[in-house]
């Protein structure tokens, strides 16, 4: 017999497939998806409103700190981490990734989802124009990163993502290789999600108005739902990527972006 709390479940599972399959088709972080589908998803089973998108942002980074395990060993056996710079940014980002998930506790739901839907709008800008910004000739210092790792890391914790919508722009800014900015910026998302998921489980705990099977802002249920079943349709998404028109799958992408933007902007 199926109860509310298994179709809830399964619910998620369906979830970690879209994520996984849309993740490999399009090469993006699972959070530009996690968060949205989160959004719309969690209302329905319940969920105080009022904790709504801190939950779906705390999951969105737990489930983060798996997926980016996965790709840093990939990234590091194609020799495109930039470990210097990694070194050199991740107190910066472990810093900021506390921050965001501690000051997420004072920013009221209706404006933290605020934040989602515009920067949801700004990434869809972002695939549709492919800006680029122009490259510096000179490598930043370790201080200029620290302090870019701490920036980084507390904006990308706000929204649940792992960073690599801004880490690829900025190293790109200096001058990297395309292939080594994605991959050491794969390989930031690992401290930058587990600090603020840490982040996130501390400032949530206790809150009464969570609900049940969670720890802090952390939803279990969607957490392992997802995390179960997207690292095996990300390959499939990946294959199809080949087969599928890159431009078109970024004109989708956008749109979808622009969609969830626009609705999150104009329903609060």
Known sequence: ?????????????????????????????????????????????GVDPSQVTHIAVATSLATIVFTSIASVK????????????????????????????????YIDSDNLKMIFGVFALLIATQMIIKFRPPEKSREPGKLRLFFSGSLIGSFSTLVGIGGGSLTVPYLIFWKTKMARAVGTSSAIGLPLSISGTTGFIISGWGSPALPDWSLGYVFLPAFLGIVMVSSFTAPIGARLASKISGKLLSRVFASFLIVVGLDILLIL
Do not use: C, D, K
């Not at 199926?2 to 619910?11: D, G, M, R, S, V």
């Not at 599972?13 to 699972?30: D, F, K, R, Y």
């Not at 930039?82 to 900021?96: C, D, Y």
């Open 1 to 45: 017999m199926l109860t509310p709390e298994l179709i809830n479940f399964a619910l998620f599972l369906v979830t970690g497939a879209m994520v996984g399959l849309l993740a490999g088709l399009l090469g993006v972080g699972g959070g530009l998806l996690v968060v949205p589908i989160l959004l719309y998803l969690l209302p329905q089973l």
């Open 74 to 105: 990939a990234h590091n056996r194609q020799g495109t981490v930039i470990w210097w710079v990694f070194r050199a940014m991740t107190p910066g980002i472990v810093l900021g990734g506390i921050i965001g998930s501690f000051s997420a506790r």
